[in-house]
């Protein structure tokens, strides 16, 4: 597996833009990801119960399994926006097929912004043409600038695995922010592949591949209503069909969800006015499922956050947030190490030079780690600390 | 029913104190109530898998059901400290009951402060028999300041009510501030009556009134360690005994629930940093303790919060913070009002002049109120939005 450049437009035969269509003020705010040919499509999208439009629209056609593009924009969520935001998105998704000559139904669709604002169908309608017009196999870079909101940076990863003799690619996009916490999926990521595989196949590894990434996330612990990572894979590699169990699936398997991963990451450290990546490592329980809850309880709570902010090694907040899990464990195991290093076992603090633990959280990432038992369950969970700048944006959003 | 002053120390026989100790720099630190005779004693203690050396030798003593007082240090949650700060507790207490000739087993504990730093025994021994020579039946406002922590003011709240002719007090003290989502009871309250009242009895009453009261606050959604109620009744009023279904129980019981009540808004209002009271009333689902949850997780979701400390009407945010609770409901059915005013029904927003919505959201408190559907299950939980002043504490405590 080699790291290469070029995001959502790395894999062959998928072109990309980004154009301001008047939903933000000035910057880039819808993106077009379009494939030559038919994909194979694959997607994992929000559980929660309130779903924005796109996601409903989005969720029917994945049914298919087949997709030419994704139509995406930030600056609304389409969400809680009823019948009218519906047809809105319906109409849009239309306009953007049409000129593109693919059909309606084979254009996926994506939002993301502030929950309850329509559209303006008028407005973005006469964008279509531009962003049509300027699709580019090197247009990954402003379909991502175009699908961000309060985040600073822009997300990318690609790879290039090898299957059976034949050079795959796999790259894509993503967005995080605020809002970060999916149970399925997160935010937005748009992951492209020039492999060939069934449609079935593919959803399997979507899956698989959003586990063991976007879902080991957390920003605020807030489920958006819009989250959606799609996949497509359009066949250009002219690899042998991937197959779970034959030759060279395994390898693109771990290319998908390394990508996953780098995006997942990436929205992990872009979190909302986040100045450190905090790592939690919990082990020792009778499941995975059981250290994961774990894992995200420590990463959500604000305590443990801010106690990150202040590079402050106060490891007592750890102790009594995974004593209000409701996974159940004997106290008498539990054993919290900060930054590598033990600080508190068989119920009492263990003694560390007040100088090393000063030090135990300094730079721009914090780890936490956790054992609660001899079980074999272990999670690991990425998310952010909380800062006066994520109350600052967030009450001040509009 | 009748508000009247005198916190803790309201009921007739209580005396307290509080002094500086030691625990912290300047600030009182070190509390005594005490009864000049024996009461019935009931308490709720935290349900946190982690819990304090003080509040695993109060679960043992409330077996009894009687006590003549308590003690309570802040500045050291002495939880997370090994055999050692057990024996400092039962030293402290031992020390404590033998200066005010009481058995050590009627001397209630309880600590809040910093998880896993150990009392220094010698330094607060020698402050307790200054601390007993002050006690007073004026003393529950300095009691009340020796148990906060980053409180900004004292809790305190008292009735008179009355029963079957008798006048009968209750009132107490409390603090909160940061570490509050209690799941049984809320950090430290100390309640005290004068009412005659079996210990059965008062366990049972003690228990109703907390869920009613402490249950439904929520200031960072962090279970603490130490949450502690205690509820001491000396029988100095002469009333007939209180029982279930006799004369003078619903009042009193009422009385005693006020007054939880009162402790408990005084908690929320004065959350860490917060700068509004947050009440967040939902109804419509299946039963209470559904109706309980979905408002919990309104009233710790951080964009809720953000959302009333910009006092922005951004209801987008509470739509997805209850859909993505586990409780199940039809979003057909969902609507939110705020302030009192309907925002979103029927899938679709409702139009609001945008001068009315801005201030929907003005002042000191902010009101957001949840329908899911038909059920006759509801519930209010009281919370506080999350200010920079929050981040700013937590994230340089020590």
Not at 44 to 64: H, M, R
Request: charged share 20%.
């Amino acid at each position: 597996m080699k790291k290469i450049s070029g995001g959502v437009t790395a894999a062959k035969g998928f072109r990309a833009a980004g154009v301001h269509a008047g939903l933000k003020k000035r910057k880039p705010d819808l993106a077009l990801i379009l494939s030559e040919n038919l994909c194979a499509a694959a997607g994992c999208l929000t559980q929660n119960q309130i779903k924005a439009a796109p996601v409903l629209i989005t969720q029917k056609l994945l049914k298919s399994g087949r997709a030419r593009g994704i139509l995406a924009n930030s600056g609304s969520a389409n969400c809680c926006t009823g019948t009218k935001g519906h047809k809105t998105a319906l109409a849009l998704q239309k306009e953007a097929a049409t000129v593109c000559g693919i059909k309606p139904s084979e254009l996926l669709l994506a939002s993301t912004g502030t929950i309850g604002k329509q559209i303006p169908f008028k407005t973005v309608q006469k964008s279509i043409p531009a962003l049509a017009g300027r699709l580019s196999p090197k247009g990954s870079q402003k379909a991502a600038e175009a699908i961000l909101t309060t985040d600073l940076v822009t997300k990318s990863a690609a790879v290039t695995v090898h299957c059976g003799g034949r050079a795959v690619k796999i790259g894509g996009i993503a967005k995080g922010s605020g809002m970060i916490d999916p149970s399925m999926a997160t935010m937005l990521a748009f992951v492209t592949t020039d492999a060939v595989i069934s449609s079935g196949a593919l959803r399997k590894a979507t899956r698989r591949a959003v586990q063991g990434s976007f879902n080991n996330i957390t920003v605020d612990g807030q489920m958006s209503t819009n989250d959606t990572v799609l996949v497509l894979a359009n066949g250009a590699a002219g690899n042998r069909s991937l197959q779970p169990g034959r030759p060279g699936w395994s390898a693109w398997l771990k290319g998908l969800q390394f990508v996953m991963q780098q995006l997942a990451e990436q929205i992990a450290q872009d979190g909302e006015g986040a100045s450190a990546l905090l790592r939690v490592e919990v082990r020792g329980t009778g499941t995975h499922a059981q250290a994961h809850q774990v894992a995200k309880k420590i990463a959500n709570a604000p305590l443990v956050k801010t106690m990150v902010t202040g590079r402050d090694p106060n490891w007592g907040r750890v102790a009594a947030t995974v004593g209000a899990s409701s996974v159940r464990f004997n106290p008498r195991q539990l054993e919290i190490r900060l930054g590598g290093v033990p600080v508190f076992r068989n119920e009492a603090p263990l003694k560390v030079a007040q100088k090393k633990l000063k030090n135990l959280f300094s730079g721009k990432s914090a780890l936490i780690q956790v054992r609660l038992g001899s079980g074999k369950g272990e999670a690991t969970v990425l998310g952010c600390d909380l800062t006066q700048g994520y109350v600052r944006i967030n009450a001040k959003y509009n």
